[in-house]
């Protein structure tokens, strides 16, 4: 099972809590997080513009995307062997996918794929199609991690039928199961339901994994993404804690040892 950390940048320009900070700054911070990640034994991280709430459903900043690609770029070059991800908050997909196509990353988050959602930031459409064109008339080879049923949102199809959805004719090569919100439990039954029906996709868990509770998914996903419990105090936006990341990770390895 694979782990992979997130790197929640601080408020970059043209976001609301931005304080004028340069473009050296960002990736000062990135890299830095990124190491901690690496030396706890993590197999990659995503990069995402947590801190930039509230979003738009789609970034347009010229400025914001500029900084994004410059981190993603350096980040690549600093860590080639290593798995990258990028998420551009709220659903800002073909943005992402423009900046990782460009850099070879590894793949994007997308949070509304093949389903509407209704979100804080609004109605939020699906952008399957666009993203699949994108990627076959470049021949990109980063790959697509859909949120299904994603957080911090009301969804109009159920679990099972938008899965289902995805899974067999969204071109997705994993999907991503996450509880109500940023650091809720993840249900194992959910994880457990898109086993079942996305046979030969990637299936990752995305929300609340922490040392405690992460056994539950060993054996179950291919793959958790952590964030909150790997951070100074718990709390989301603070930087990484590199004691807890390892800590995770050594409880990981026993636990597969143990299975």
């Known amino acids: 099972m694979l782990l992979i950390g997130m790197i929640h940048l601080p408020p970059l320009p043209d976001s609301p809590r931005y304080n004028g900070e340069p473009l050296k700054y960002y990736i000062e911070y990135a890299v830095s997080e990124a ?24 970034e347009k900043s010229p400025r914001k995307l500029a900084y994004i690609d410059k981190i993603v770029g350096v980040l ?15 659903n800002s997909c073909i943005e992402a996918l423009n900046i ?3 850099h070879n990353i590894d793949f994007i988050r997308v949070n509304a794929y093949l389903e509407p959602v209704i979100a804080p930031e609004g109605f939020i459409e699906p952008v399957a199609h666009v993203v699949s064109m994108i990627r076959n008339k470049y021949n990109c080879k980063t790959r697509i991690f859909a949120d299904v049923n994603v957080k911090h949102a009301k969804h109009l199809l159920p679990l099972e039928m938008a899965l289902y959805n995805t899974c067999t004719r ?23 339901l898109a086993k079942k029906i996305c046979r030969d ?11 405690d509770n992460i056994g539950l998914y060993i054996g179950l996903a291919d793959a958790v993404i952590i964030g909150t419990s790997i951070k100074i105090n718990n709390i989301t936006s603070n930087p990484i804690d590199e004691e807890k990341a ?3 990770v050594i409880r990981t390895k026993k636990l597969l040892k143990i299975i």
């Open 35 to 58: 190491k901690k990640l690496i030396n706890a034994g993590f197999n990659g991280f995503i990069v995402e513009n947590y801190n930039d709430y509230p979003f738009p459903i789609s």
């Open 76 to 90: 690549k070059e600093e860590f080639p062997d290593v798995l990258i991800g990028l998420n551009i908050l709220r």
């Open 100 to 102: 990782a196509c460009t």
């Open 170 to 192: 969204g071109l997705v090569d994993g999907v991503i199961i996450s509880g109500e919100a940023t650091g809720r439990f993840t249900p194992p039954m959910h994880v457990y």
């Open 201 to 211: 996709k990637l299936v990752i868990v995305g929300s609340g994994v922490n040392e």
């Open 246 to 248: 390892r800590r995770i």
